[in-house]
T-cell receptor, first 113, second 115 residues
Framework: EDQVTQSPEALRLQEGESSSLNCSYT??????LFWYRQDPGKGPEFLFT???AGEEKEKERLKATLTKKESFLHITAPKPEDSATYLC??????????????FGQGTTLQVKP | DTAVSQTPKYLVTQMGNDKSIKCEQNLGHDTMYWYKQDSKKFLKIMFS???????INETVPNRFSPKSPDKAHLNLHINSLELGDSAVYFCASSQVGRSTYNEQFFGPGTRLTVL
């Protein structure tokens, strides 16, 4: 069964303290891995798509990497405005053209000033 | 210039009532989705429509009935509401046809509370 597990569930950082979020996946052929950011009371906001092992993408203080079993979201020198829940999702080859995403349970990040 | 919009934002109702949530996207996408997010923030797909055709129908009680009048709109009707239906419901859209990969764009969510 296709599955996505994120760790840790919650993370508290001091402003400027870099860290990484983990997304482990088990899928019958990976079509794509997606990272989203969700602020309280809002819908998930798309951040990155990664397609193949070794791929990396960056946006401001965020950098996403992908291996054959997991993805990391690295946060460099975070600021309080980076506080949010970060969601990881995978699309399996077996999903065909349905676009079906399987989400992890998310990591809630709190950055203190 | 809202990309994916949902109405209403909040919905509070009594057990046993019937309610509907509406969704519209102006991104020109061919596929729309309904997700349910529980209290632990776990996001799970319920339905998906591609060009008005149902293509994903997860294990959801048949009290939930989606309808897509056109590819820019996807509505969700819920009959005989139960306490366990309380959650945040998100609509999303993406371009699947003629696209190898798809990024889904989400609406702001509808928080449903069943009393």
């Amino acid at each position: 069964e296709d599955q996505v597990t994120q760790s840790p569930e919650a993370l508290r950082l001091q402003e400027g303290e870099s860290s990484s979020l983990n997304c482990s996946y088990t899928v019958s052929g990976l079509r794509g891995l997606f990272w989203y950011r969700q602020d309280p009371g809002k819908g998930p906001e798309f951040l990155f798509t990664l397609y193949s092992a070794g791929e990396e993408k960056e946006k401001e203080r965020l950098k996403a990497t992908l291996t054959k079993k997991e993805s990391f979201l690295h946060i460099t020198a975070p600021k309080p405005e980076d506080s949010a829940t970060y969601l990881c999702a995978v699309q399996a080859m077996g999903s065909g053209n349905t676009g079906k995403l399987i989400f992890g349970q998310g990591t809630t990040l709190q950055v203190k000033p | 210039d809202t990309a994916v919009s949902q109405t209403p934002k909040y919905l509070v109702t009594q057990m046993g009532n019937d309610k509907s949530i509406k969704c519209e996207q102006n991104l020109g996408h061919d596929t729309m989705y309904w997700y349910k997010q529980d209290s632990k923030k776990f996001l799970k797909i319920m339905f998906s429509y591609n060009n008005k055709e149902l293509i994903i129908n997860e294990t959801v009680p048949n009290r939930f009935s989606p309808k897509s009048p056109d590819k820019a709109h996807l509505n969700l009707h819920i009959n005989s509401l139960e306490l366990g239906d309380s959650a945040v419901y998100f609509c999303a859209s993406s371009q699947v046809g003629r696209s190898t990969y798809n990024e889904q764009f989400f609406g702001p969510g509808t928080r449903l509370t069943v009393l």
